[in-house]
């Protein structure tokens, strides 16, 4: 079941702040999330695992609500390194075999 | 070394044509998967190895093949592909294949048929 992310895509002017959701209509084991620039492989940024955590990363951190099956990815100050698609990928709890599916991506673009 | 290794950087193919698409890491994971990934779409999950087995095939279509030979190695064989095909494919691995840590992506094989 493929995550929900919102918005779409966001335009930020350097220094400014900004919120990626990602809603799950199932119960989540873990949540991830990768930022992936044009031409470029994924790369990850964090991991949020059931029991509600948040994370921080520089200036980017995240939060996982496990009641609510939603995680949110703040990107404070934002740079112009910070441009790219950003997907959050959740992984159901239960179940034997673990299967990430990520979103369809948000795209950031951060602008001087 | 952190890096995932994939070759060829491009492949463009006849319908007709085998080709293989390989990946290689040494970092010690135990699992390694293969993702497509269609433009401006997200990645997609086809196969998942854990310790060298197929462990998650997701309904991919016969046509492709993979191949773990051993811990550091995946290959992804193709044959009689179709242009609908064409994306980038990207391998990834990661300590175990529980999700409880990060995935190390390639920076993928583009294909393109013909």
């Known amino acids: 079941q493929q995550p929900v992310q919102s918005p779409q895509a966001v335009i930020l002017r350097e220094g400014e702040d900004a919120v990626i959701n990602c809603s799950s209509s199932k119960a989540l084991y873990s949540v991830h999330w990768y930022r992936q620039k044009h031409g470029e492989a994924p790369v990850f940024l964090m991991i949020?695992?059931?029991?509600?955590e948040q994370k921080g990363h520089d200036k980017i951190s995240a939060s996982f609500n496990e009641k609510k099956q939603q995680s949110s990815l703040y990107l404070t100050a934002s740079q112009l390194s910070y441009s790219g698609t950003y997907f959050c990928g959740t992984v159901p709890s239960g179940g034997s075999n673990y299967k990430l599916t990520f979103g369809k991506g948000t795209l950031l673009t951060v602008n001087p | 070394d952190t890096e995932v290794t994939q070759t060829p950087k491009h492949l463009v193919m006849g319908m007709t044509n085998k080709k293989s698409l390989k990946c290689e890491q040494h970092?010690?994971?135990?699992?390694m998967y293969w993702y497509k990934q269609k433009a401006k779409k997200p990645p997609e999950l086809m196969f998942v190895y854990s310790y060298e087995k197929l462990s998650i095939n997701e309904s991919v279509p016969s046509r492709f093949s993979p191949e773990c030979p051993n811990s550091s190695l995946l290959n992804l064989h193709l044959h009689a592909l179709q242009p609908e095909d064409s994306a980038l494919y990207l391998c990834a691995s990661s300590q175990g294949a529980d999700y409880t840590g990060e995935l190390f992506f390639g920076e993928g094989s583009r294909l393109t048929v013909l």
């Open positions: 970092m010690g994971h135990r699992a």
């Open positions: 949020l695992l059931k029991g509600g």
